[in-house]
């Protein structure tokens, strides 16, 4: 059983930054894909960023240049740094992996994170 947990979330004003991590625990393997998306009060859940394992990294258009995805030094971590935060980023920030396996690629989610920008 994989879980993913993250953590770094919180209350910030708007020009501030966080960081936000996740670490995968239990039945640990390399993840094909890590990323994180969002899911702002009465919208669908979005896409932010994502890294494959050849750290190629694929961005949201509404935080380019803002947020900066990377994996960490132990296996199966990630980290989102997100600077000069806007109110329009306040949401439940969710990590997500994903397993390319014969059947189709598999994913995995986290419990997620809250995020609130204050104006």
């Known amino acids: 059983q994989v879980q993913l947990v993250e953590s770094g979330g919180g209350l910030v004003q708007a020009g501030g930054s966080l960081r936000l991590s996740c670490a995968a625990s239990?039945?640990?393997?390399?993840?094909?894909?890590m990323g994180w998306y969002r899911q702002a009060p009465g919208k669908q859940r979005e896409l932010v960023t994502t890294?494959?394992?050849?750290?190629?990294?694929n961005y949201a258009d509404s935080v380019k240049g803002r947020f900066t995805i990377a994996r960490g030094n132990a296996k199966n971590t990630v980290h989102l740094q997100m600077n000069s935060l806007k109110p329009g980023d306040t949401a439940v920030y969710y990590c997500?992996?994903?397993?390319?396996?014969?059947?189709?690629?598999?994913?995995?989610w986290g419990q997620g994170t809250q995020v609130t920008v204050s104006s």
């Open positions: 997500n992996a994903v397993k390319f396996v014969p059947g189709g690629p598999v994913n995995y």
């Open positions: 239990g039945n640990i393997f390399s993840f094909n894909v």
């Open positions: 890294i494959t394992s050849g750290n190629i990294t």
